[in-house]
């Protein structure tokens, strides 16, 4: 299994609502990363996890919380939203975290805020 | 972190090759990968180097050129799948993307 779940696909979402954004890989890797993407822009690293511990933390503001349950789960859940925040999300996973790791990306979460 | 600069987009023809080149800081560098998206998609691997030299795979190439800060990744025999957004990534201490090259292909 060389995959990277992503869940949902798509999200419409009020300011007020809470929801989470799923990840899911199965292929032991150990760092875990949450990238948001606007479109015609690259990939903005947002965290990332590595042996279940955040690493790294792009100053992102406080209405989006990350949580690693465990080796296989990434969640981004979020809160209070503001329209800016539609986007796609992206979740990465690679073997350990290293810049000479390739990154397998998952397939995304559409975020449409309202 | 790497600053790296890539062109914003390049049209070619079906069956033409395509040059896409990536420079970046030298400082603190660690290899230099090549991931294609296609619209509403995930990124995916095409290529890594972390040595100076070409590496080809099929009908995608990449150079590497670590002296001058330098890549660049070729696309020969260029189909319609083939357009897409190309970005070039690397970094130090964390991996830095560069802003994308879209692709067109023209029949």
């Known amino acids: 299994d060389t995959e990277v779940t992503q869940t949902p696909k798509h999200l419409v979402m009020g300011m007020t609502n809470k929801k989470s954004l799923k990840c899911e890989q199965h292929?032991?890797?150990?760092?875990m990363y949450w990238y948001k993407q606007k479109a015609k822009k690259p990939p903005e690293l947002m965290f990332v996890?590595?042996?279940?511990?955040?690493?790294i933390n792009e100053s992102v503001p406080s209405r989006f919380s990350p949580e690693c349950p465990n080796s296989s789960l990434l969640n981004l859940h979020l809160h209070a939203l503001q329209p800016e925040d539609s986007a796609l999300y992206l979740c990465?996973?690679?073997?350990?975290?290293?810049?000479?790791?390739?990154?397998?990306f998952g397939s995304g979460t559409q975020l449409s805020v309202l | 972190g790497q600053n790296i600069d890539q062109p914003t987009e390049m049209t070619a023809t079906e069956g033409a090759i395509v040059q896409i080149n990536c420079t970046y800081q030298?400082?603190?560098?660690?290899?230099l990968f090549w991931y294609q998206q296609h619209a509403g998609e995930a990124p995916t691997f095409l290529s890594y180097?972390?040595?100076?030299g070409l590496e080809e795979k099929g009908r995608f190439s990449s150079f590497l050129s670590r002296s001058k800060g330098y890549s660049y990744l070729l696309l020969k025999e260029l189909q319609m799948k083939d357009s897409a957004s190309y970005l070039c990534?690397?970094?130090?201490?964390?991996?830095?993307f560069g802003a994308g090259t879209t692709v067109t292909v023209r029949a």
């Open positions: 990534v690397g970094g130090d201490y964390k991996l830095s």
């Open positions: 030298t400082s603190g560098f660690n290899g």
């Open positions: 292929m032991g890797h150990r760092a």
């Open positions: 996890y590595s042996y279940e511990k955040l690493s």
């Open positions: 180097n972390v040595l100076d």
């Open positions: 990465a996973s690679s073997p350990v975290l290293a810049t000479n790791e390739k990154l397998f």
